[in-house]
């Protein structure tokens, strides 16, 4: 399994950037793919996450609002699309698939996670 996230990167507040996560290699018909970051010094946290049974979707509160999940199942791909992003949405951002069609925010209860992405909200 390969999970490649892409897209971060330098942003002024306000702004925007959307993320990609394009997975690879899982067989499981019941599965969800989460977005998570982890700021300097801070735990690893649940940003938002996508069912593949439903689509349904969940959403950190501090996101919410802003943050949008999104599937292309064609290219076995979900997106992160972050709008109004604030110098706090800066961290390093993880996507990560696992088996089971709900939506848990803990960190182990995730099967296989990408490498990583970076977003700098900065002016």
């Known amino acids: 399994v390969q999970l490649q996230a892409s897209g971060g990167g330098l942003v002024q507040p306000g702004g925007s950037l959307r993320l990609s996560c394009a997975a690879s290699?899982?067989?499981?018909?019941?599965?969800?793919i989460g977005w998570f970051r982890q700021a300097p010094g801070k735990e690893r946290e649940g940003v938002s996450c996508?069912?593949?049974?439903?689509?349904?979707?969940y959403y950190a509160d501090s996101v919410k609002g802003r943050f949008t999940i999104s599937r292309d199942n064609a290219k076995n791909t979900v997106y992160l699309q972050m709008n109004s992003l604030k110098p706090e949405d800066t961290a390093v951002y993880y996507c990560?698939?696992?088996?089971?069609?709900?939506?848990?925010?803990?960190?182990?209860?995730?099967?296989?996670w990408g490498q990583g992405t970076l977003v700098t909200v900065s002016s």
């Open positions: 990560a698939v696992r088996d089971g069609s709900s939506c848990p925010t803990t960190i182990n209860m995730y099967d296989y």
């Open positions: 290699g899982f067989t499981s018909d019941y599965y969800a």
């Open positions: 996508i069912s593949s049974s439903d689509g349904s979707t």
